[in-house]
Every structure is written in C-alpha cells, then in structure tokens.
C-alpha cells in the first residue's frame, strides 16, 4: 500500500505521516505548502508541492508513486475565516475534495480516509455526542467538513472506494518540538500566548451551563489522533468495495477551560489566573465524543492524556518562543 497524504506537512498531517510509516505503511505527501512546512515531512517520504484543485498534478503523483490510497488532510479550518470567506471554504474544502476524488478515481485509488471535524454536529444537546447525534453545523467551516463527508461516501459507494470520515475532536500536543502547531487559534497555544506575553489568559464566559461554568470539550493529542489514522488505513486496505465509516476521534473526557488554564499553568510553571471575559459567539456549552464504536470496530483509543498535550505542546511553543517561561 501507498498512502498519499494531502496536508502532510501540516500540523495534524506530519504526525499522520509519521504513525503511518513507524507503522510500516509507505506515504507520499501531497502539499501546496500554504500553511504547511517542507521541513515536517521525513526523510525519504517524497513531498509533491500542489494544490488539491490541480487534478492533472494529482493525477500525474498517484501514477508516479503508485498512489493506492488517499488520507486527505489538506484544507482550511479556521472557524472564524470560513465566516468571513466561504467562498474560499467551500472552493478549498468541497471543490478540492471534488477534483481530489474525481483524480482518485479515474486513477482507479481504492481507498479513502477523510479528515472531518465536531464541527459537523453545532451545538449537540446531549452529554456525549456519538456518529448518530444530528449534524446541525454552525458554520461555513463546519459545513464544509459535513458536506465533504457526503460527497466522501457517496462517490464510495458509487465507485466501489472503501471510504473513512474521522471526526476529530480538540486537537491539541506534538509527538516532537519540531511538529507542534504553529498557529494560534485554540485554547491551548492561545493560553501560551498569553502567559509569554505576561498577560492573564482569557475564558470566554463563565456562565454556561457546566459545573464550573465554563466550556467543556474533548481534548485529544494529535499522536492519539495519527495513530487512528493507521488504523483506519488499515481496516479500509481489507473491507469490501464501498465499505464507508464515521468515526469520532476524541477520548470521551469533558475538560472545562477553567481546568485546561489551571493546568496550562500548572505545566508550564506560570502562575497568573485566568480572566473570565465574554462569551465568544458561536461556542457550544458542552462537546465530548463518544469514541465507542471506533473502540470496538477498530480496537483504537486514545492513550494519552491532557497533561500529555500541554507538557508536549509548551515543548514546541519554547522551541518557536525562546523567551518562553521567563517571565514567571
Ligand atoms: C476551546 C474552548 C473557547 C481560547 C474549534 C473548531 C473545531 C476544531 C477545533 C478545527 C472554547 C475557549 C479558547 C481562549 C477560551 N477546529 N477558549 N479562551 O472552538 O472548541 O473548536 O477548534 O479543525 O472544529 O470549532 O476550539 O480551541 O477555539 O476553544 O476560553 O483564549 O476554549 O471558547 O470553549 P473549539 P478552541
């Protein structure tokens, strides 16, 4: 099996690349290098630098390499963005998984594993949310990820591909310094931020309905979530043509943000409380997965804890922040 891995030199995609061939399996990246970095991807993975819109460059590295299954990382997620820009969403995100799949197809690529999101189910009513929970998406972001799952299967099950969406959860931690996150748009690297800076870090809202009053989410490290990834591969590489999957990838832990500052500060030796300032519209109260049935289809879960994130992210924040941890 040759597994090409779009996004592979982001964040998520590098530690994808990384469980996949610890794992054995042979990975191409596939790139456009927007946000991704060329130094993620190891030595002696190839790295094809293009976009997913391109279907000819695709077309051309799944012949070169022997391309025999797809993991799709590469997109745009940024909530706040998709806002703002969805036509740029919907072209990156929906368009770019159209002409992605069209290529895999016409190419004869049997199998197909998608990075999907929470995002898909809004604002979920219920205390763990599972693969049967109602998909309401609160944003063009969000939406994006719901309609590619459609689209995923349904070319599966039209094509006989064997077909994988994998909700991710709250991402959050690195297998190395090196492969941390460099953007600052969750909780943890924005704690991080704030605590560099000598500032309080900022909770959106106190007064939601949770014990402690702040958001509850499922955190989950990015090697936890690599690691589904290969097992996922694996599994769709012995199903039948036009076997599809949903998959929730989180831990089934709720952790408040008031207990994720608390703990950031705890890891990283600061000791500056937390400031509670406004809700930040669009937060649902409360998000934690049930990881049930990846647990008995697959036999994955996660094995590394909260602690686990921060300790490895504030690894990688030091290493791209060098006055890191001074100021305490
Ligand atoms: C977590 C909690 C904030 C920063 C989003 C996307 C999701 C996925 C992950 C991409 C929330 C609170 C945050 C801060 C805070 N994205 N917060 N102070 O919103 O759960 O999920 O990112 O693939 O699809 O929706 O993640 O990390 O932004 O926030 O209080 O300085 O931390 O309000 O409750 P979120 P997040």
Sequence with gaps: MTWLITGGAGYIGAHVVRAMTEAGERAVVYDDLSTGVAERVPAGVPLVVGSVLDGERLTSAFAEHGVT???????????????????????????????????????????FVFSSSASVYGMPDVDLVTEETPCLPMSPYGETKLAGEWLVRAVGRAHGLTTA???YFNV??????????????????????????????RVFGADY??????????????????????????RLASSAPGTDFVFNVGRGEGVSVREMT???NAVTGYDTPAEVTSRRPGDPARVVASADRIAAELGW?????????????????????PGAGRGR
């Design 69 to 111: 299954g797809i993991v799709h990382l590469a997109g745009k997620k940024q909530v706040g963005e998709s806002v703002e820009r969805p036509l740029h969403y919907y072209r990156e995100n929906v368009e770019g998984l159209r002409v992605l799949l069209d290529a895999a197809v016409s190419s004869g690529v049997a199998h």
């Design 165 to 167: 969406s994998l909700r």
């Design 172 to 201: 959050a931690g690195a297998a190395a310094p090196e492969l941390a996150d460099t953007g600052v748009f969750n909780l943890v690297p924005m704690v991080f931020e704030k605590l560099t800076d000598g500032e309080a870090p």
């Design 209 to 234: 309905p949770t014990p402690d009053g702040t958001c509850v989410r499922d955190y989950i490290h990015v090697v936890d979530i690599a690691e589904a990834h290969v097992a996922t591969a694996r």
């Design 262 to 264: 608390d703990l950031i």
């Design 301 to 321: 879960s996660a094995k590394r804890d909260v602690r686990d994130m921060v300790a490895s992210a504030w690894a990688g924040w030091v290493r791209l922040h």
